[in-house]
């Protein structure tokens, strides 16, 4: 059965292969980040429906060293700033990695930008040199909502959306 809000397959590693195709299509030969990003939340919450209670872009900022800046999103108010020393977002911007976390309330630093959130995967994003460009937030209502499946559909979802 497919999981709700799931709009490509019934299998979520499949959907992810195949969102990461229509993300790729879709911004094929756009110059402009912003317009990469805002389309890739928008096939993510199209895809996932609530079960990605909020979904966006950080940013990092140029002009302030070590620094997120919040970029397209769709969900309840998120934070406009995090430093890379706070939160999972931070922590994803420092460590140049995925971070799925079961629990928010648990992790130390925690940003409670909602306090609905209860689980959260973030992804780092980085331009085709190799530089980090930002991270994709996703906060779910539900704990430990997100698994490897997730991580890998994300990451590949992220190159898509760079590599065109």
């Known amino acids: 059965m497919a999981e709700q809000g799931?709009?490509?397959?019934?299998?979520?590693?499949?959907?992810?292969?195949?969102?990461?195709?229509?993300?790729?299509?879709?911004?094929?030969?756009?110059?402009s980040r912003?317009?990469?990003y805002a389309t890739t939340v928008s096939l993510l919450k199209a895809a996932f429906g609530e079960r990605f209670f909020w979904c966006g872009f950080y940013e990092?900022?140029?002009?302030?060293?070590?620094?997120?800046?919040?970029?397209?999103y769709q969900g309840t108010l998120g934070c406009l700033r995090i430093p890379f020393a706070k939160g999972v977002c931070g922590a994803c911007a420092t460590a140049r990695e995925t971070i799925i976390v079961p629990d928010v309330h648990v992790f130390p630093g925690h940003i409670a930008c909602d306090s609905v959130s209860n689980s959260e995967i973030v992804?780092?994003?980085?331009?085709?040199?190799?530089?980090?460009?930002?991270?994709?937030?996703?906060?779910?209502?539900?704990?430990?909502?997100?698994?490897?499946?997730?991580?890998?559909?994300?990451?590949?979802?992220?190159?898509?959306?760079?590599?065109?």
């Open 123 to 164: 992804v780092p994003v980085f331009d085709t040199n190799g530089a980090l460009v930002s991270v994709l937030d996703v906060d779910s209502t539900s704990f430990a909502a997100f698994d490897e499946i997730d991580a890998r559909g994300l990451e590949a979802a992220c190159r898509a959306m760079m590599a065109g």
């Open 6 to 31: 799931i709009a490509y397959s019934a299998d979520k590693a499949t959907a992810y292969r195949q969102l990461a195709d229509e993300i790729a299509a879709v911004v094929a030969g756009e110059t």
């Open 60 to 72: 990092v900022d140029p002009r302030k060293e070590r620094e997120l800046v919040v970029g397209p």
């Open 34 to 36: 912003t317009a990469r």
